[in-house]
């Protein structure tokens, strides 16, 4: 079983990043929603050593796209780019499955007709 300080930070994190991800274009903002609910939710019997990274890299996402929005909202920049490259060092690290994954994120969010079909509401 977990610890509750660590299930509390999984949350925590979690969280945050969901939070952030309001600041997002609406249709990346559901894309990048549902792959951070699969990619929690499929790591919830990990390993501790890939947990520790898992936590990791998604520490470094969350604060990379606070950075950006903060920048976004301070500058009130109308398009910002959202995001960071992948440094080639860190994708030799990956393992198949995950080269295949960030491929298929790659071509959905770089789609010019999108997947999802959404529409802010305006009231």
Known sequence: ????????????LYKRIL?????????????GDQYVKDEFRRHKAATSEEVKS?????????????????????????????GADLPEGKLRDFQDEQIGQLYELMLESTKPNRQFDIQEDNK
């Open 1 to 12: 079983m977990a610890a509750p300080a660590h299930v509390s930070r999984v949350l925590s």
């Open 19 to 31: 939070v952030l991800h309001r600041f997002l274009p609406i249709d990346l903002r559901a894309l």
């Open 54 to 82: 898992f936590m990791t890299e998604w520490e470094n996402y969350k604060d990379v796209l606070q950075t950006q929005v903060l920048e976004s909202a301070r500058d009130q920049i109308d398009a910002m780019k959202f």
